[in-house]
């Protein structure tokens, strides 16, 4: 059962922080989305790869924010420094861009609290 | 601009009874529709998704959603609904033709089904 998956799961940081939060798509998709869900904005996209190129990143604040991926197994967003409204979960997601009728499977999300 | 609209923050219903979950898009194009549920303290399930053909579309866990391109809507249904069910649900949709595009995400319906 081929799933998304993130690390880590939870993580509390202060203010000033570095923080990293990792993703490996499943296998053999060529699509990975950045997505960040909060209470009073709901769920926001932040960045998103095609074939490990950036094609949209116009949703991170791109002075703290920086997400790449080293390579097809894995995607990382960093945040740099940490800043308490940024609390929110991280969700990724990866999907295989045949056709635009591709579907994207979410990982389980990285819960982040910045004090 | 594209857009999705989830009218109800909140739907509730009793075991048993039918329910419905409101969603309405507005796109430039043809569009792609999606649904997904989220349970609590877990990552987006895909359910179902319009591409065309058939407006009645059925997906997993017996729901079904109904394109309707006169009212720009797709609404997700389910003739008998379980406590189970209760979660927040998320319309999105994407254009045609745009392959491995982001999904545009509704801010999400809650469904509370009671016992």
Known sequence: DARVTQTPRHKVTEMGQEVTMRCQPI?????VFWYRQTMM??????A????????????????RF???????????????????RDSAV????SGFSQTSTDTQYFGPGTRLTVL | AQSVAQPE????VAEGNPLTVKCTYSVSGNPYLFWYVQYPNRGLQFLLKYITGDNLVKGSYGFEAEFNKSQTS???????ALVSDSALYFCAVRVRDQAGTALIFGKGTTLSVSS
Do not use: W
């Open chain 1, 27 to 31: 296998l053999g998709h060529n699509t």
């Open chain 1, 41 to 46: 904005q709901g769920l926001e996209l932040l």
């Open chain 1, 48 to 63: 998103y790869f095609r074939n490990r190129a950036p094609l949209d990143d116009s949703g991170m604040p791109k002075d």
């Open chain 1, 66 to 84: 920086s997400a790449e991926m080293p390579d097809a197994t894995l995607a990382t967003l960093k945040i740099q420094p940490s800043e308490p």
């Open chain 1, 90 to 93: 991280y969700f990724c997601a």
């Open chain 2, 9 to 12: 923050d909140q739907v509730n």
């Open chain 2, 74 to 80: 797709f609404h997700l249904k389910k003739p008998s």
